[in-house]
């Protein structure tokens, strides 16, 4: 039989807290190229983009951007606001700004807003897209140039302004829906 005693608990406890020391000793030691190599390393599970699901709690509809044609990215479809996270921002710094450049709506310390969907494309992390409340159907709000809000319900799935969400938003809508925190797309061989 094996067991533990109170005396190996205590050397095993010991070990951790040395080897956590450690640890920490080398990564504070870290500077310049070194440091960057190790925070690249955890970069790299922070997602690319950010966007956030608006929706209304009273009729289950979301708040969708639509895109113009002329759009680079997802041209005349309907997407989730959000956009690219730069470098030096957190994800929930990316879309606190792209909600502020977008609609002109500034939110303190994310009131409201939650991690709610992970985007996966062909397993690699793409995006994380927060939850938060829509805001309301008469608020002032600012579009860039070209570009619009639109309702979409929960109750109509098959209409025209349904089958306009780009294939990563509606797999994202339907994991949220779901109740899933994963999204996966996968693209064609």
Not at 22 to 37: D, H, K, N, S
Not at 129 to 156: I, K, Q, S, T
């Amino acid at each position: 039989k094996k067991y533990c005693t109170s005396r190996h608990k205590m050397v095993i406890a010991a070990s951790s807290v040395i080897a956590l020391s450690a640890v920490f000793a080398i990564v504070t030691a870290l500077t310049g190229p070194e440091m960057t190599r190790v925070a690249s390393k955890y970069a790299n599970s922070l997602p690319q983009y950010v966007c956030i699901i608006f929706s209304e709690e009273s009729s289950g509809s979301v708040f969708l951007e639509d895109r113009p044609d002329s759009a680079k990215v997802a041209a005349g479809m309907l997407t989730c606001f959000g956009g690219k996270r730069e470098a030096d921002e957190s994800p929930l710094q990316c879309i606190k700004r792209e909600i502020n450049e977008e609609l002109g709506i500034s939110t303190r310390n994310g009131d409201g807003l939650r991690r709610a969907v992970d985007l996966f494309v062909d397993g690699k992390l793409i995006a994380w897209f927060f939850e938060g409340p829509a805001p309301a159907r008469n608020a002032p709000l600012v579009f860039e140039a070209g570009r619009r809000g639109v309702w979409l319900g929960r109750d109509n799935p098959d209409s025209a302004d349904a089958a306009r969400v780009s294939p990563w938003h509606a797999v994202v809508l339907k994991a949220w829906r779901d109740g899933e925190s994963r999204a996966d797309f996968i693209t064609e061989p």
